[in-house]
């Protein structure tokens, strides 16, 4: 919950104009709902940069005071919606089947969901982190099956290192990422081989080419750091190298 128009502007432009040069990835861009329009029109074609909302609702329409459906953000040109953020469990209440719903909802009004899985600290020290991500994602695949994967992006995000300056370390963090991919793996090794999983813990310029080298994390899901445009493009080249 970050921005004006004229900040989500010109950080938008900014990151634009260092995009060029940086080959095939992919970037994406999630502002608040109600600055969805401005940064549209900020987006220009050929920097390789996409729009996504950071939640979506479960339902398609219909009397749901203060909710934004699928619908509504793709005639606004997005084409990602979070779902599942670590904020949006534990600050919003939101559980592993209303997840589930809101990964089926975008699935079903063609978007792509970036699932948010991971554990807080005090379940990292009770060795609970397989148990936790298996229990996040058994929902989804409950749900929508692993098919559904082929079309989505998965996002760890260790709560404890997300805005607390701890980062989990490349090891910690790939370890996780191939249990994620095992699981999936052990569905369809197919999906598995192709799906993005990013990592989402405190990544920042310094730490994004350690991270980005591990053989299962596929790129960041980026938070503070993206709020600067020179730090956000570093990562984007540690993402490109």
């Known amino acids: 919950m970050n921005g004006t128009r004229t900040q989500a502007r010109q950080l938008v432009q900014a990151i634009a104009g260092g995009t060029h040069g940086l080959g095939s990835i992919e970037i994406v861009v999630c502002p608040p709902f109600i600055l969805i329009p401005v940064v549209a029109e900020a987006l220009t074609k050929g920097n390789g940069m996409t729009l996504g909302a950071q939640n979506i609702s479960s339902e398609r329409i219909g009397a749901f005071t203060g909710e934004i459906s699928g619908a509504m953000l793709r005639e606004y040109g997005c084409r990602y919606a979070i779902v599942g953020h670590s904020e949006r469990r534990s600050l919003y209440a939101e559980d592993d089947e209303i997840v589930a719903r809101k990964f089926d909802a975008a699935i079903e009004q063609e978007l792509v969901p970036i699932l948010c899985v991971g554990e807080t600290l005090e379940q990292r020290e009770a060795g609970q982190t397989e148990a936790v991500v298996t229990r996040q994602l058994d929902a989804v695949l409950a749900s929508s099956g692993v098919g559904a994967f082929a079309h989505a992006v998965i996002a760890y995000e260790p709560v404890w290192a997300i805005g607390t300056g701890r980062t989990a370390t490349p090891q910690q963090a790939q370890a996780v990422h191939a249990f994620i991919r095992g699981k999936l793996a052990a569905l369809d090794a197919v999906v ?50």
Do not use: H
């Not at 598995?192 to 990592?199: C, D, E, G, T, W």
């Not at 994004?208 to 980026?222: N, R, S, T, V, Y």
């Open 192 to 241: 598995a081989a192709k799906a993005r999983i990013l990592y989402g813990g405190s990544v920042k310029g310094s730490n994004a080419q350690q991270l980005f080298q591990e053989a299962d994390i596929d790129g960041g899901l980026i938070g503070g750091a993206s709020l600067d445009a020179d730090e956000f493009l570093t990562i984007c080249r540690a993402a490109a190298r």
